[in-house]
T-cell receptor, first 114, second 111 residues
Framework: GAGVSQTPSNKVTEKGKYVELRCDPI?????LYWYRQSLGQGPEFLIY????????DSGLPNDRFFAVRPEGSVSTLKIQRTERGDSAVYLC????????????FGPGTRLTVL | QKEVEQDPGPLSVPEGAIVSLNCTYS??????FMWYRQYSRKGPELLMY????GNKEDGRFTAQVDKSSKYISLFIRDSQPSDSATYLC???????????FGTGTRLQVFP
């Protein structure tokens, strides 16, 4: 069956530009997570959706980062005024519903800010 | 102190060797522990999921949790070149509902 998909797989942008990263979770999964993974590090939590609402956005580094999930399925992570320090792999994961359910990860979007 | 500590490696072993990967964690309240495998330029995939203390075996993989020493291990028997990847330990913090990952250990199995 289809897993979690993310688009684009790679995104190169210039400092100061706006980017959107998309995540398609596994069908039927109500929980959706965004993580950021820097080189040589493990994934770090950014935001967690349960259905359409952001249940926890405490991992978003600052107000340049925002995420939505308007219909409870696809989610978009939006980064305004990108900085070179935003360069990382952005991973999306989904799980059935409970926090103890297994999280299935997508392949990630590699963001490079020049 | 980081909540989950993991030696980044790299760890290089010959094919057929037994591999031991380890993590320590700081919060004795943690109960759920996972091992993820991540191939280069791919997302993490779940290998093992354990609750509380004890061992869990799945084929060539054994996960072990020692809550008294706050130590988690993954053993790979008869390692194969296809096992070459980064292995991430993780724990679920039920107070925050967040998965906390270690830095990952890069494993290279050479033929």
């Amino acid at each position: 069956g289809a897993g979690v998909s993310q688009t684009p797989s790679n995104k190169v942008t210039e400092k100061g530009k706006y980017v959107e990263l998309r995540c398609d979770p596994i069908s039927g999964h109500t929980a959706l997570y965004w993580y950021r993974q820097s080189l040589g590090q493990g994934p770090e939590f950014l935001i967690y959706f349960q259905g359409t609402g952001a249940a926890d956005d405490s991992g978003l580094p600052n107000d340049r980062f925002f995420a939505v999930r308007p219909e409870g399925s696809v989610s978009t992570l939006k980064i305004q005024r990108t900085e070179r320090g935003d360069s990382a792999v952005y991973l999306c994961a989904s799980s059935q519903s409970e926090v103890t359910d297994t999280q299935y990860f997508g392949p990630g979007t590699r963001l490079t800010v020049l | 102190q980081k909540e989950v500590e993991q030696d980044p490696g790299p760890l290089s072993v010959p094919e057929g060797a037994i591999v031991s990967l380890n993590c320590t964690y700081s919060n004795s309240a943690f109960q759920y522990f996972m091992w993820y495998r991540q191939y280069s330029r791919k997302g993490p995939e779940l290998l093992m999921y354990t609750y509380s203390s004890g061992n869990k075996e799945d084929g060539r993989f054994t996960a072990q949790v020692d809550k008294s020493s706050k130590y988690i291990s993954l053993f790979i028997r008869d390692s194969q070149p296809s096992d070459s990847a980064t292995y991430l330990c993780a724990t679920l913090d039920l107070n925050t509902d967040k998965l906390i990952f270690g830095t990952g250990t890069r494993l290279q199995v050479f033929p």
